[in-house]
C-alpha cells in the first residue's frame, strides 16, 4: 500500500513498472477505486510506469472534511506528481477523472505532455439531477442508488451477460464513503470548464462510448471540438465506463496514441 500526505488530505495510489519508463497516469470515475483500470494496466506492453491513485473519499483515500472542487481535486494529483517528480505524463482520465485531467492539464502544462479524456466534459448534468443524487445518499445512502447507477456505467446487454462482475462493481459503488460520493457530485454539479479545456495546447484524443447515457457523445464531442487539433473516437457497444466493457479497444486507442 502507497500513501501520500499532502498535508491537505491523504491519498492512496499505486505506482507499478520502471521508474525510467513513460509515465501513464489513471484517474477514476465517480464512485469507483483505482482498480477501474487493471484491464488497461494487464494489457499495456511492458516498459510503462503506471500510476493509479483514490480521489478523496474513495478507495482507500481520506474522505473530505469540507467542500471540495473539481481544482481541489487536480491539485491533488499535481501534489502527488510533484512527490513522485513526474514529468511529461500521459494522463488518462474518464468522467469526473477526465474533468480533473482537463484542468490539471491546463494549470500544470508541465506535468501533462499527452491527454486521454474519456466519457467527460466541460459540464456534466444540471443541477437538479445532482440535486436529487445528493439527496437520495444523503437520506439513503449510497446502496439506495447502485443498481440506477450501475445501469448508467453499463448497457443492458453488458450487465445482462456479466453478472459477477456487476456484482464486484456494486461493491466497489457501496464502499465509497457517502461524503466522499456526495461532496464529487457538488464538485461536478458546480463545474463548467470551459476556461480551462479551450486553452489547452497537449496532443489530445477523445473517446466516448456510443451507449454512454450519463455522458453523451454529442455532449463529448462538444468538448472535443474546444480543444486544437484533439481526435474524437466513438467505441461502439460500450457505455460510460469503455475502460470495462470493450479493455481490448480501450488499450489499442490509448497505446497507438502515447506511441
Known sequence: MQVFNSKKTVIHYSDYGPKDGKVIIFANSLGTDNRLWDKII????????????????????????????IQDLASDIADLSDYLNLRG???????????????????????????????TAVKIGVKKIWKQRIDAVTKKGIRAISNSIIERWFTQNYISTNFDEM????????????????????AISKANLTSYTSQ???????IVGKNDISTPPSLVKETALMIHGSKFIVIENSGHLPCIDNPDKFTDLLYNFIR
Do not use: N, W
Open 42 to 69: 494487464k494489457r499495456l506492453p511492458l516498459g510503462h510506469r503506471v500510476i493509479t491513485y483514490d480521489k478523496r473519499g474513495h478507495g482507500l483515500s481520506k474522505e473530505p472534511e469540507s467542500e471540495i472542487s
Open 89 to 119: 505524463v500521459t494522463f488518462v482520465g474518464i468522467s469526473i477523472g477526465g474533468m480533473i485531467a482537463q484542468v490539471l492539464a491546463s494549470i500544470r502544462p508541465d506535468i501533462i505532455s499527452k491527454l486521454i479524456l474519456c466519457d
Open 167 to 186: 456484482e464486484l462493481f456494486i461493491c466497489m459503488l457501496q464502499s465509497t464513503s457517502a461524503s466522499g460520493y456526495i461532496e464529487c457530485c457538488k
Open 200 to 206: 489547452l495546447k497537449q496532443p489530445t484524443l477523445v
